[in-house]
């Protein structure tokens, strides 16, 4: 099989995108050409995939990375047997070509809620634009198939889409004891993530030698205020690190972070993260959105703090550093509940399949061009 797999709103180096299903198509033997923006995150592409290399669609600049990649999309699915897009401004105005292949689309957040939260977006817009996004979701379950990332998406479409859940690796031996010293958040950093309240809480843990680290790329508004608490040593911020190795530091930590808000997009989202701290047996510090208590509470992997309590997030981070016996117990299983629940191959093996019968289906009813030319 062969899959054009697409973004450009994503880092090429997308813990989903290339990490997950990517890695997963590959290992399952099938063909991958990969459209992300290489040059403008600096990423090298995988030696096992053609790359394609376009413009990233950032804030408001956004048209001329759409532009190359309906162009690339257009010269690249002729030869595919599955398009998977990753991203909903994608959808808009898919030229023709693409729209008659088997496109699917990854649902990787629910579009229209996250708009609030997108800081780039005059906060007055976001009311505006949430029916023009529906009405793209209503066409794309139309034309297209969809793969959803939560089951709590399903409510938005009127059919049934199969869920790939965020998941993550998890190592076949437990991972150390969770150290005293450091504090981790792995994932992207903005407002509406928790930003700002990590830095204030690393400003209250370093005079107690307690080291926050921050792993991940930020938005614009919280990148000068970040660079202050760094240069002031409060923190340590990484910028971003593939999600590989970004866990591999993490792994040890005696906490790790998932301060998000009470924004719409988040109430019905797992955070993917929580998961990643369990499968490295670091304890789970989050905020009370119901995706993360109804994984933390029962598993008994993790504390829960409010919303925009910096206080109370260092309180819980030295209850953990002077007890020993807690901050073990709580990476301890939250590792078993992760390995028996959220262990990545088990869901790839759907995802593949899911693939594969939808280009089988396509293949049934129409025929192989009869000559394929490839470019990388």
Not at 108 to 114: L, P, R, W
Not at 184 to 203: C, F, K, N, P, Q
Not at 262 to 283: C, F, L, Q, W
């Amino acid at each position: 099989m062969r899959v054009c797999v697409c973004t450009v709103v994503h880092h090429p180096e997308d813990a989903r995108i290339l990490h997950r299903q990517i890695r997963a198509l590959l290992d399952a033997g099938h063909e991958v050409t990969y459209i992300a923006p290489f040059r403008a995150c600096n990423a090298t592409p995988w030696r096992e995939v053609s790359p394609v290399d376009v413009p990233r669609a950032t804030g408001r600049h956004r048209l001329r990375a759409l532009r190359a990649a309906h162009r690339a999309l257009v010269e690249h699915s002729a030869y595919a047997d599955v398009v998977l897009l990753h991203d909903p401004e994608l959808l808009v105005g898919l030229p023709k070509a693409v729209r008659r292949r088997t496109a699917v689309w990854d649902v990787h957040e629910d579009t229209a809620a996250a708009l609030a939260a997108k800081g780039w977006l005059p906060r007055p817009l976001a009311p505006l634009l949430r029916p023009a996004v529906r009405r793209v979701e209503k066409r794309a379950e139309r034309d297209h198939h969809l793969l959803l990332a939560e089951d709590g998406y399903r409510g938005r479409f009127a059919a049934e889409h199969p869920v790939v859940p965020n998941t993550t690796y998890v190592a076949d031996t437990a991972p150390p004891v969770p150290d005293d010293r450091r504090v981790v958040y792995v994932g992207h950093l903005s407002v509406a993530r928790g930003a700002l309240d990590m830095i204030e809480t690393a400003r209250l843990l370093a005079p107690e030698g307690v080291l926050v680290e921050l792993i991940g790329s930020a938005d614009p508004e919280v990148r000068p205020a970040l660079r202050d608490a760094q240069r002031e040593g409060a923190l340590r911020w990484y910028g971003f690190v593939p999600n590989d190795r970004a866990l591999r530091i993490a792994e040890g930590a005696m906490a790790g972070l998932s301060l998000l808000h009470d924004e719409p997009n988040y109430r019905h989202s797992m955070p993917t993260k929580v998961v990643e701290y369990m499968a490295r047996g670091i304890p789970v510090i989050t905020t009370p959105l119901p995706p993360a208590v109804r994984i933390v509470e029962p598993a008994g992997s993790g504390l829960v703090v409010p919303f925009g309590a910096p206080a109370e997030v260092a309180a819980t981070v030295r209850r953990l550093r002077d007890d020993l016996e807690l901050r073990t117990a709580l990476g301890a299983r939250g590792y078993e509940t992760a390995r028996a629940r959220f262990h990545w191959p088990t869901h790839a093996e759907r995802f593949v399949a899911q693939l594969e019968e939808w280009a089988g289906q396509a293949r049934a009813v129409r025929p192989e061009p009869s000559t394929q030319v490839r470019t990388a």
